[in-house]
């Protein structure tokens, strides 16, 4: 009888060691529905620098990518939250009446969420809460500083323009914004409007949508040189678009870079090679790894130890600004195609590090990495 009890005790311990081992080996699964397709330079390179995180860090990590419709959005996001089972993670941009559905269904299913990428608007802010208030498992909510872009733009574009701020002349600029329905549009306007009304007499002649799409930017841009044949600047809210209106000037006979500045975001591959070329004066990013951000995080959550005071619930990403003085410094650390493999990402986690006392996330450290 004493040897069948030692037996069944020696079994039982087996068991739990095995048990032990097996959720220690088990990767955690993240689920991320991308606002873009795959062919896009940003949403791409997000996905990539995230993919390689989520491997440093042993993560099963699925990626969906709809079209830039809010209907794709939905669909392909409820579809992988079914993917999803209890405990397991879903990163989402907010994308207004989508995303907090999805949080809705991830609470009732206990997935737990985090949302990037984007700001949400005021408007809807009381409807949707914050985290970790009505929806527990809606854990964090970080987005782009993209008003401080729209004014780093600005800011590089004026400072060639009129490297003496005391210049009374007015620099005469032109827009081309995002979409009407998103909040880093309004933002991303919103930073344009600073650096104007701090008293850096610039004339914004007139701020027209390219809805963040080549084409309608391209016609757009077409229209505002022909409208405004003096102007010095065109401002825009996305490489994509910047490098619409690039186009929109040659074909005008005018040459980017030198008789009209141009600005964009995104720190996308062809915003880059026009910056070396001269032709953009600057791009201004970072953001895209905000996902990769999340990741760690979640990771070092999934192993108890809480993001809730570090960098906190809710918080920005910086973005940083390439220009001449720096992207041969990019192109030659980093690289137009980079390799995300080199950086070890583990260095990042505190889980990893129990020395590490405070996350840091900055483009300098990332960069260190990467020599």
Not at 170 to 185: H, P, R, Y
Not at 216 to 241: C, G, H, N, Q
Not at 249 to 254: M, Q
Request: aromatic share 10%.
């Amino acid at each position: 009888m004493k040897h069948q009890i030692k037996l069944r005790s020696t079994i039982l311990a087996l068991f739990c060691t095995l048990g032990t081992v097996q959720a220690e080996h088990t990767p955690m699964k993240v689920g991320f529905i991308s606002a873009g397709n795959q062919e896009s330079q940003f949403w791409g390179e997000m996905a990539r620098f995230a993919q390689a995180v989520a491997e440093d860090l042993n993560i099963e990590f699925i990626v969906r990518y709809p079209q830039q419709s809010t209907y794709t959005i939905r669909r392909k996001g409820l579809k992988l939250l079914q993917e999803l089972d209890a405990g397991s993670y879903l990163i989402s941009s907010y994308v207004a009446t989508v995303t907090d559905e999805l949080i809705n269904k991830a609470e009732a299913k206990k997935v737990y969420v985090f949302v990037a990428n984007t700001n949400i608007k005021s408007e809807e802010s009381a409807r949707v809460g914050r985290p970790r208030t009505k929806n527990q498992y809606w854990l964090a909510h970080s987005y782009a500083d993209d008003e401080q872009a729209g004014y780093l733009v600005a800011d590089e574009l004026v400072k060639i323009i009129k490297p003496d701020r005391e210049q009374e002349r007015e620099v005469k600029l032109v827009g081309i914004s995002g979409s009407d329905t998103s909040q880093a549009t309004y933002d991303r306007n919103n930073g344009l409007s600073r650096l104007a009304n701090d008293g850096n007499n610039i004339q914004i002649l007139e701020i027209d949508p390219g809805h963040w799409e080549y084409d309608a930017a391209k016609i757009v841009a077409s229209r505002l040189i022909e409208k405004y044949p003096d102007v010095e600047a065109i401002w825009s809210a996305s490489d994509t678009m910047a490098l619409a209106a690039i186009s929109a000037l040659k074909e005008a006979g005018r040459k980017p870079g030198k008789d009209v500045l141009l600005g964009g975001i995104d720190w996308t591959q062809n915003a880059l090679e026009a910056v070396k070329a001269g032709e953009l004066a600057t791009t201004v990013g970072g953001h895209f790894m905000e996902v990769g951000i999340a990741l760690i995080l979640l990771y070092d959550y999934h192993h108890n130890l809480d993001f809730a005071n570090d960098p906190g619930i809710e918080f920005t990403i910086p973005m940083y600004a390439i220009t001449k003085d720096n992207v041969d410094e990019y192109m030659t650390n980093v690289g137009a195609n980079p390799d995300w493999s080199k950086i070890d990402f583990k260095a990042f986690s505190k889980v990893h590090n129990k020395s590490l006392k405070k996350y840091d996330f900055s483009w300098q450290q990332i960069v260190a990495q990467m020599k």
